[in-house]
Structure formats: C-alpha cells, structure tokens
C-alpha cells in the first residue's frame, strides 16, 4: 500500500526530489533545493483533499499521504488518532510554510570551523526545522573522525533510507557479478528467454542497475515500489518487464525507474538465494551491520522477510550500521584489515555507466551536482577512465551518504524529512565536516 501510494503521487505531483546528489564540484544548473521545496508545498496545497482520499473515508491515512508529508505524519497527527483530518492537513501545510518562510538553519558564509562547533550546528539544525533529530558523521578508511547526533537520534536510531538503499542493495548483487554467478554484459534474455530478439531481451545488467535501459524516470511513477512486497521477485520482475520502454537503451539516464527491481530479481535467479539472504551474506555480515534489513520503505520497518524487498528504496538501518558499510567500501572491503568484501566489485560500482547521456528527469535540488551514474549509485565526479571518485546515494528523507576518494573522506547525513527542505543545510554540514577533517590532525577513533 506504501509504494502504491508513492506512484500516485509522483504521478500527481510531477518531479520531486529522491536522490540527487551533493557537490561543490558541478556548477549549478536547474532549481535550487530551497525554490524546489517551496514549489513542491505548492503543489501540496493545490491538491484536493478528495482526491489523495483514496478510501473515501473522510481521513488520510498514512498510505494516503503526499510523500512531502510522509516524515511529517506524526506531527500532523494531531489528534493522535492514526489519521489526518482536512483540518490537521491544513495546519500541517502551514506548519511547513512557515518553516520554508524561516529558510535554511545554517549561514553558508559562516559554517562550523571545528567539531564543536558543528556538533552545535546539528541542535541549531533540529530546532530549526522542528525535527527529531539528525546524524552525522565524517572518517577516514576505518576511523571515524566525527560522530554527532542533535534532537532524539543516537547511533541505534533505524529509519528507511529511501534511494539511499541503492548503493548497499547494489553492492549485493556486484558481489554476485565479481563471484561469477552474472555477467554484467550478458543479454537479460539469457534469463528470459521469451524476451530474445527484443530490445528488453538485448538489455545488459549494466543497464538495468544504471538507469540506463531506456525505462521510465521516478518522474514517471515508482512501478516497482508499488508491487507488493510479499510476491515472488520473479514474477515482480515479469510485470515490470511487461511496461514499455521508452527510450532506445545507453541514450538516456532515467533515474529511479523500475530496472533495478528487474536487476536484483535476476541476481536471485542467478545466485539461487532470496535477495535478502544474498545481501545478508555480502554485505549485512561481513560490514557488521546487525541493526539493518532489506525490505520495503513503508511496510517492513521491523525487519519482516519478505521475498521481493526494494532494491531501490527498502534499507532500514542506523547511522552506525551505514557507517560501517561505508568504512567497508571506502577501505576497499576489508573490516579489522581483513577482506570481507571484493575489491573487484568495488570497482565495478564506482564505473560512469551513463558518462554524456542526457537526464530524463533533473529533480529538485539538481543545481547540487550529479554528473552521471554508475552501479546504483552517483557518480559526482567522474574521471578520464570512467572511474568515479567522489560518488554518493542520496534519498527522498535527506539521508545522503558519501565517500570522496581525492579526499580520503568518507561521510553520512542521517536523516528523516524531505530532502528539499534540509539539502541547503547538507552542503554547509557535508562542506565544513570535510573541511574540518582535511585541516585536522586527528587520526579519529577505530570503528566499533
């Protein structure tokens, strides 16, 4: 029901924010985060409330919900009776346009100069957005440098990581291409074979997981979100497959479509494991994220195993779980000096698979940089041999997690809100934590 609501929505809405990275690196080009977020509240106000009651029943449930609304759901919940009333809908929208009124918490001409002072910056940030917390946390290989929480969060604190989870859910099936149970370039009719001769049956697991196979955008509906999650991944994969493509595949870069649904259901076919027990093994484990699960971003928040989680949206995890996937990543796969994970798969996430082509949709908070995408992830720089040095996954709540490879930095903003309100406060965090940490001398302190 959560995913259905998401494809309604995006349907309605038009373009909205679910992943676009952070950089000071790309000049600015399109919508700034903060005029996207306002338009977006727009949009929000102009929708009936008839029309997103779906059941007719007077209320809106969560399911019901815009996804700009969704973080905000227990706020607006007055009356705590577990829907949203016309009149608590319209408090809400103007709780947040006051909040948009204020602009972002933090002055970009005067960011933290230390780690006391951005530990202060993250209370400043929580009270101004009016929010339950935040996370951040800056290291190096597999030290942590800088470990901060404002409001209620702590490291133990799990939310859904919404397009944040395709860097970890595609570093399972890597995993599965550097094993050699897939081939990156094999045609995905060497798996269905009823698709022989069409330009589907030509598509290549390096299209599927880099938006690339001429699919539809987020833009344009969350098809594999709305699927229920408890269905078989194959036959998931089957009805995804049926919608057309609309694109000639390796001409455009359609970010947040349906294929990478279709690239983790052939995995499981391919490794013969259910993809959660696939990611359990490669990546869960040997990165020691005990706290985490792969399954839908809003129906499986207590770890329910369900046969065809998101690939795309589905991780519910901590700051201290992601952190540990990415000290896992940014020290080339190795936990304690040991290899836990292959370097070789590491490489082949961090490759330009979409270098020059054309964004389908560019969404709020574009002017933030993104230059291309590799395997599930951004690349936000790309170098002459295709390889991508500074690469993040950012999600739909705010969360974003990085690692910049020129810099030796690896970073986590944790977050659960609308990514377009807090992104112009992200830049000013993400920017002072990596200034702050190229000045010091601090080795940090080892991972837990």
């Known amino acids: 029901m959560g995913g259905m609501r998401l494809l309604v929505f995006m349907g309605i809405a038009g373009a909205l924010l679910v992943g676009a990275p952070v950089s000071a690196q790309t000049p600015p080009r399109g919508q700034s985060a903060h005029e996207g977020a306002v338009r977006e509240l727009a949009v929000m106000r102009a929708l009936p409330f008839e029309r997103l009651d779906a059941n007719k029943d007077g209320r809106l449930q969560e399911t019901e919900l815009p996804i700009p609304l969704v973080p905000a759901y227990p706020r607006a919940d007055k009356d705590k009776s577990g829907d949203i009333s016309p009149d608590e809908l319209r408090a809400e929208l103007d709780r947040l346009e006051a909040r948009l009124a204020r602009g972002p918490a933090l002055d970009p001409s005067n960011p933290p100069k230390d780690w006391k002072a951005l530990d202060r910056a993250l209370d ?51 995993a599965a291409v550097v094993a050699g149970k897939l081939d990156m370039n094999a045609k995905l009719s060497t798996w269905k074979p009823g698709l022989a001769g069409t330009p589907k049956g030509d598509l290549t697991l390096a ?119 990415l000290m896992m990543m940014a020290t080339g796969g190795k936990v304690g000096g040991k290899q836990v994970y292959p370097a070789a798969a590491i490489k082949l996430i961090e490759h330009d698979y979409a270098n020059g082509l054309p964004h389908r949709w560019q969404g709020v908070g574009s ?78 302190i080892p991972r837990e």
């Open 124 to 174: 400043q940030f929580v009270a101004h957005h009016e929010l339950d917390g935040v996370a951040l946390m800056i290291g190096r290989g597999d030290r942590v440098l800088f470990e901060g929480y404002g409001g209620s969060y702590g490291p133990g604190t799990r939310i859904n990581m919404a397009s944040a989870s395709k860097w970890p859910g595609g570093a399972a099936i890597a």
């Open 367 to 444: 002017d933030l940089g993104g230059r291309s995408y590799g395997f599930a992830l951004w690349c936000e720089k790309v170098a002459p041999d295709l390889s991508c040095p500074v690469i993040s996954s950012g999600g739909a709540w705010g969360t974003m997690p990085w690692i910049d490879r020129e810099k030796d930095l690896w970073g986590l903003f944790f977050v659960f809100d609308r990514g377009p309100r807090v992104r112009p406060d992200l830049v000013v965090l993400r920017s002072a934590g990596e200034a702050i940490a190229m000045a010091g001398k601090s080795d940090g």
């Open 207 to 325: 299209r599927l997981m880099s938006f690339t196979a001429g699919a539809t955008s987020v833009n344009e509906g969350t098809q594999d979100i709305a699927l229920d999650p408890r269905m078989n991944i194959s036959e998931a994969a089957d009805r995804l497959l049926a919608l057309p493509l609309v694109a000639p595949p390796n001409t455009q870069l359609a970010y947040g479509g349906w294929t990478q649904q279709v690239g983790a259901a052939w995995a499981v076919a391919a490794t013969g494991e259910p993809f959660v027990a696939l990611w359990n093994q490669t990546v869960r484990d040997p990165a020691g994220m005990t706290d985490s699960h792969f399954g839908h971003p809003s129906s499986s928040r207590d770890g329910l195993d369900l046969p065809n989680p998101n690939v795309q949206a589905g991780l519910w995890t901590t700051p201290r779980d992601f952190s540990r996937f």
